[in-house]
């Protein structure tokens, strides 16, 4: 009875530490937010400087607005999260997908823990990985 006691114990903990957020999961939601030009969800996985949530908005809806014609496909390959709260995400990006002159370029997206949630720290992402961001 203690042994069947101590393994649900130890099989909820690991569900609940599979089930909640990672830097990979945040980033995936993030890109495909920014493919599809959602700014509310934008909004809500960007950290940009300490700036207040209605003025990312105001900027994300500034940046889709003229990004809306920039086509890139992205491929998630590894992340490293670090014990002070941040993370690495390694994406490939391919700009323009369907052109047979694309290819995959190697980029990071840098991950902050903002009130225990995972966020992407937006400013220091490469101009070339997406040329309209908040700063």
Not at 49 to 60: L, V
Not at 94 to 116: C, F, I, R, W
Not at 118 to 133: C, E, G, H, N, T
Request: charged letters at 25%; glycine letters at 8%; aromatic letters at 10%.
């Amino acid at each position: 009875m203690l042994l069947a006691g101590l393994v649900s114990i130890a099989l909820v903990g690991v569900l609940f530490l599979f089930s909640g957020q990672s830097p990979r999961t945040v980033a995936a939601d993030f890109l495909s937010a920014l493919a599809k030009g959602d700014v509310a969800k934008l909004t809500e996985l960007s950290s940009v400087n300490g700036k207040p949530k209605d003025e990312i908005r105001k900027e994300w809806e500034e940046c889709i607005k003229y990004g809306r014609t920039y086509l890139f496909g992205w491929d998630i390959t590894g992340f490293q999260q670090n014990k002070d709260g941040t993370a690495i995400v390694r994406i490939d990006v391919t700009e323009n997908p369907g052109s047979p002159m694309s290819y995959p370029a190697h980029k990071e997206l840098q991950m902050v823990k903002v009130d225990g949630s995972w966020k992407v720290d937006v400013p220091q992402i490469s101009r070339d990985a997406f040329p309209y961001l908040p700063q």
